[in-house]
């Protein structure tokens, strides 16, 4: 038997020109589909289901809020963006947003939870339990007697740390640890609910509350010796090595000095 001859030229390009024809033709009807099925009206998003924390923000106020900036349908919606316009939202802290087909957002929320006031008086910034600076109506606030830290941008983490590692120190002697601030080079200054009026000195939680525990816990012995209780303190300096300086109301001396414990 003769073997099989190969098809003419002619031949091999009509069948390559139809393979090709029938491709593009598959593609492109594959494409228009698809371009149908994402612009369908079906697709647009009709419903966003918020959970999580909805404290602040109801899950309708966050709908009439976010809507208007979401653009595109189920298929073309960018989740980076929806998710971006979530926590734009005050309160919100993060927000995981996941398609459910057909037409459907669901939404899981994480609000701020504010522990402190943070900058100046003037100032409505907020520090939630991470650390965290965030802007939000002080009028929303649940708790009114939250303490006010101040510090560098950037530092509100460890200005919470130290106040956390503080407060429990005043408490001990009945004293409420309003404020606490951080300066630029690094010093420590507190307040508390008496209106005395506390320098810590510079340091890291090692150094500084050391310095602390040994003031509470003679504060009330040494306030006794002048007929004084810790609410009479005026002022207090425990950058002192070997000891602190110490102001109580009423109480001078002939060098108009303060005793070091």
Known sequence: MNPAQPAPFDVRLMNLTAAV???AVAVTGVASGLWWVMRHPAFSIGAIVVQGDVAHNSALTLRAQVAPRLSGNFFTLDLAAARAAFEAVPWVRTAIVQREFPNRLRVRLQ???AVAYWGDESDDRLVNRF??????SAADVESEDLPRLSGPDGQSAQVLQ????LSPQFASVGSVLETLELS???GWHAR????AEIELGRGALAEVVPRVQRFVRTLRQVAAQYGRTVESVESADLRHGD???LRLRGVTTLADAVKKP
Do not use: I, K, P, Q
């Open 111 to 113: 609000e701020h939870e």
């Open 184 to 186: 630029a080079r690094g």
């Open 192 to 195: 508390l609910d008496s209106g």
């Open 21 to 23: 024809l029938f491709v």
């Open 243 to 245: 000891g602190y300086a």
């Open 131 to 136: 650390g965290e600076v965030f802007e939000a």
């Open 162 to 165: 130290m106040y956390l590692a």
